[in-house]
């Protein structure tokens, strides 16, 4: 294999971090998006939910947590 980062000239390296940047910069973003949706939707609805429609939500809220931090355990375990 053949590397040979960091070689080139400083412009292809500084345009290979600005790409790597954006790419995470995108990502955080998407995730950022969807949270500020939910949680918007959840706060504008929630005075007029009955109390057994705010535990619901309570309760997949607390029940999704759990998986993506159950997913996020497993995924960085070494098999």
């Known amino acids: 294999m053949n590397a040979n980062f960091g070689r080139g000239s400083l412009w ?3 345009l290979a ?7 995470i910069g ?3 973003g998407a995730f950022l ?3 500020a949706y939910v949680f918007g939707n959840i706060r504008d ?5 009955e109390q057994k429609q705010k535990r619901k939500v309570v309760r997949s809220l ?4 759990v998986c ?6 497993i995924s960085s375990i070494k098999l």
Not at 17 to 23: E, K, R, S, T
Not at 62 to 65: A, F, Q, R, V
Not at 68 to 73: D, E, S, V, Y
């Open 12 to 14: 292809e390296t500084i």
């Open 17 to 23: 971090i600005v790409f790597v940047i954006l790419a």
């Open 26 to 28: 995108v990502f955080i």
């Open 33 to 35: 998006a969807f949270f």
């Open 45 to 49: 609805r929630w005075p007029y939910y």
């Open 62 to 65: 607390i029940t999704w947590t």
């Open 68 to 73: 993506f931090i159950a997913l996020g355990i």
